[in-house]
């Protein structure tokens, strides 16, 4: 894996009482779409928020490129661009004059540049225009224009498909992906919607009730599926705890009258000879594969919109 | 990280780039427009070819007022005593004080600062708040500058405006004056007199620009204010209303208050600095300019550390 440029360290968000967003860490490495999955309300644009400073953390870290987004603010954010929820531009300017804008806060945009940032989101014809006669898909463009200008290392969209329709959704992913194999940028993707997730992203973090859940490489499609081996077993408990001692490295959970194991099946011969030593009588051994959807469904007990 | 400067570009543009400020422009000549020509209308309606025979006859008039008043109030008698001297000195030197210079009408615009001050503080109500309800807030805070630097950038732009509006009226007022008048009374004298009693004559060029003086502390003041109500509430209207609000009731309630001690403390009775200007008296005996400077400073201090504090250390969760 490359050098992470984006990383969060127990990043938490409490709100009146309430964790908003509870003790997240990851890391997001260069040239990489990171989606971020959960349903609606789960603190998706609570931790965007923190990332770019918009609001405080009530405790942990983000680092752009190892800087901190707390300590060193204005330096951090030389290297981010983002859209947080709608992308509301200014409506009495024209497109380019928002993008003179945005690109006058950081130094060295050129001329050249922003021609070069209207043609790649193809907004060259209507560009002149004020934004209030803009359609949503346009400024959603505008806004990621205007992300991007400054050739950010962290380029962050806020469910940058809402009111998308599938074309705008496929034009999207074609500069996303783009962007990251051409410029090498590290781009992070919110939404509540796994279809789409799972058309952008290399990999997606679940997020739900403001807790990381799961991150999942989706890079191709036997790495999308978690495996699971499921053994019914003599002796559950004492199973339980045979294995949980000899596999570290796997999550084992009694499910039902069985054991669950989140592995693959290339680990059932080491598992069944640790058990047959220990005289475990097996009356069954079977490996299942759970797609991400099963998998989304199950942690978020359904309530996923899709 | 980005420059102050290009920061206040910014600025201005989302200013200039507005169809309302050019409306506000444009109203702020209409009245200065006017003003000249109702200016010049009275001088007209009441022009007089014999204005040493009525001088004359006024300063007759005042004399016998002078003597039917000898033991009544020495405050008038003394108000009757300095006209008359200041009739006689026009009549001896050819002065017709009536007759309106330029100058005169660059000296009355200072009167439209008050409406100078109410359009700056409807644009410095919306340099923060206006943000917030367009949603752009959040595009303007993501970016390599500082909110103190943002904040400050807003600040300068504001009063850039203001001074632009200044300039205008101030421009406007001695251009219509000019046409109006021409410039044949450019150099007439302002006559007054002085604690010794005697009679001063001073430039009427200068008389305008502490006029103008004057008038920029109760703008720097209210507009400051409406500036800090904006950063805290986060609110377009409610900065315009309040600030209005204190800007039309502030001098009733000095008023109304005026014999409680604690009212010197109060910023609407220490905006006003004529106050201290000779032959004015100040709202209360123990108030001096010294006191009146120090309070509209701390005011000032304080309005600025609440915007800063309201506007740099709060969520922006819009
Ligand atoms: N300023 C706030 N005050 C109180 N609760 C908030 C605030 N902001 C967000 N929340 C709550 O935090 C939760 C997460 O919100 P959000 O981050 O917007 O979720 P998402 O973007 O994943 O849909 C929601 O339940 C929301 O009601
Ligand atoms: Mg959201």
């Not at chain 1, 000899?246 to 084992?252: A, G």
């Not at chain 2, 103190?148 to 009226?169: C, P, R």
Request: hydrophobic share 45%.
């Amino acid at each position: 894996m490359q050098e992470a440029v984006l990383q969060l360290r127990n990043v938490t968000k409490v709100i009146g009482g309430r964790k908003i967003v509870d003790d997240l860490s990851f890391d997001v490495p260069a040239g990489e779409v990171f989606g971020f999955l959960g349903p609606n309300g789960a603190g998706k644009t609570t931790t965007i928020r923190m990332i770019v400073g918009l609001i405080s953390m009530s405790k942990g870290e983000v680092f752009v490129k190892g800087i901190s987004v707390r300590k060193q603010f204005e330096q951090a954010m030389t290297h981010i661009g983002a859209i947080v929820e709608n992308p509301e531009m200014y409506k009495f300017l024209t497109g380019y004059q928002n993008l003179v804008h945005f690109a006058r806060r950081h130094s060295g945009v050129s001329k050249q540049r922003i021609d070069e940032v209207v043609k790649l989101l193809g907004l060259q014809n209507r560009i002149h225009e004020k934004v209030k006669r803009y359609s949503l898909g346009m400024r959603q463009r505008l806004g990621v224009a205007q992300a991007i200008l400054h050739k950010p290392s962290v380029l962050i969209l806020d469910e940058p498909t809402n009111g998308l329709d599938p074309a705008g959704i496929r034009e999207l992913r074609d500069y996303l992906s783009k962007l990251t194999k051409e410029d090498g940028i590290a781009v992070i993707v919110s939404s509540h919607l796994l279809s789409e997730m799972e058309l952008m992203c290399d990999r997606v973090a679940i997020i739900q009730g403001g807790k990381l859940i799961n991150v999942r490489s989706l890079q191709d499609g036997h790495d999308s599926m978690q495996s699971k081996v499921v053994i019914d077993v003599s002796n559950l408990p004492s199973a339980y705890q045979l294995l949980t001692d000899s596999f570290k490295d796997i999550e084992v959970s009694i499910i039902g009258n069985q054991l669950e194991l989140k592995t693959d099946k290339a680990r059932i011969p080491d598992i069944t000879r640790v058990l047959v030593k220990a005289d475990f009588d097996i009356y069954g051994i079977f490996a299942s594969q759970q797609s991400l959807e099963e998998q989304f469904l199950e942690m978020t007990g359904g309530e996923m919109v899709v | 990280m980005s420059s102050l400067k290009h920061l206040i570009q910014n600025e201005n543009m989302k200013i200039y780039r507005r169809p309302r400020t050019w409306l506000m422009i444009g109203f702020l000549v209409l009245a200065l427009a006017l003003m000249s020509g109702l200016m010049k209308w009275d001088e007209i309606r009441y022009g007089d070819d014999n204005w040493k025979q009525n001088m004359t006859q006024q300063t007759e008039r005042l004399q016998k007022d002078l003597v039917d008043n000898k033991d009544t109030n020495p405050e008038y008698t003394n108000y009757l005593v300095d006209e008359i001297k200041l009739n006689e000195y026009y009549l001896a030197n050819d002065i017709n004080p009536h007759e309106q210079s330029l100058w005169d009408y660059v000296n009355n615009s200072a009167m439209l600062i008050l409406l100078i001050t109410i359009l700056t503080v409807i644009v410095a109500a919306d340099m923060i708040a206006a943000e917030f309800s367009w949603g752009t807030i959040k595009l303007l805070l993501v970016g390599p500058a500082s909110r103190t630097k943002i904040m400050l950038s807003k600040y300068i732009a504001t009063m850039g405006f203001a001074l632009l509006l200044l300039i205008i009226s101030f421009v406007v007022a001695f251009i219509a004056g000019a046409i109006l008048q021409g410039f044949s009374g450019v150099s007439v004298p302002e006559l007054s007199i002085g604690a010794d009693g005697l009679i001063h004559e001073s430039s009427k060029f200068i008389t305008s620009l502490q006029k103008y003086g004057y008038s920029i502390v109760s703008l720097l003041m209210y507009v400051t204010m409406a500036f800090m109500i904006s950063a805290a509430f986060r609110s377009s209207t409610m900065a315009i209303a309040f600030s209005l609000l204190f800007m039309l009731v502030g001098n009733s309630l000095t008023a109304i208050f005026s014999s409680y001690e604690w009212v010197k403390y109060l910023l609407f009775a220490n905006i006003d600095l004529t106050q201290y200007l000779d032959g004015a008296t100040p709202i209360r005996p123990d108030m001096t300019l010294g006191f009146s400077v120090m309070i509209l400073a701390a005011y000032y201090l304080l309005f600025q550390l609440v915007s800063w504090i309201l506007f740099t250390r709060r969520d922006v969760a819009a």
